[in-house]
């Protein structure tokens, strides 16, 4: 089921992801188009900021991607005691709504202060 799923999910995402893309570049075009009407340096400067906009847009998450330090590896459950004692201190630190995943309580609501 989980297969024949995917099967049909990738390719619409797909083709949504395409048709969005055909959408964004045919407004840069006609944005461009209409700056070099207005006067032929405001169409470069039109096409040179937004293509420095699309590289920004797609270099900073790439290097942010790139550059991530590796995963935290988790103890092992036959640690001892005190490794959890010394998560759970770790996550004082924290605000009360991400300490609760350290000490297993449930989130704190309007209703249970």
């Known amino acids: 089921m989980r297969k024949r799923l995917v099967g049909i999910v ?3 995402a797909l083709l949504v992801l395409v048709g969005a893309s055909v959408v964004v570049v045919n407004q ?3 944005l ?8 032929p340096t405001a169409g470069d400067a039109a096409f040179w900021s937004l ?9 900073v998450p790439v290097v942010m991607l790139l ?4 995963a935290l590896i988790p103890p092992d459950e036959d ?5 959890r004692s010394t998560l759970i201190g ?6 009360e709504t991400l300490t609760w995943t350290a000490s297993r309580s449930p989130l704190p609501t309007s209703r249970h202060r």
């Open 10 to 12: 990738v390719p619409l």
């Open 28 to 30: 840069a075009v006609q």
């Open 32 to 39: 461009i188009d209409l700056a070099y009407r207005l006067h």
């Open 51 to 59: 293509a420095a906009l699309a590289v920004f847009c797609v270099g």
């Open 67 to 70: 550059t991530m330090p590796p």
């Open 79 to 83: 640690a001892a005691p005190s490794t």
């Open 90 to 95: 770790c996550g004082s630190d924290l605000p």
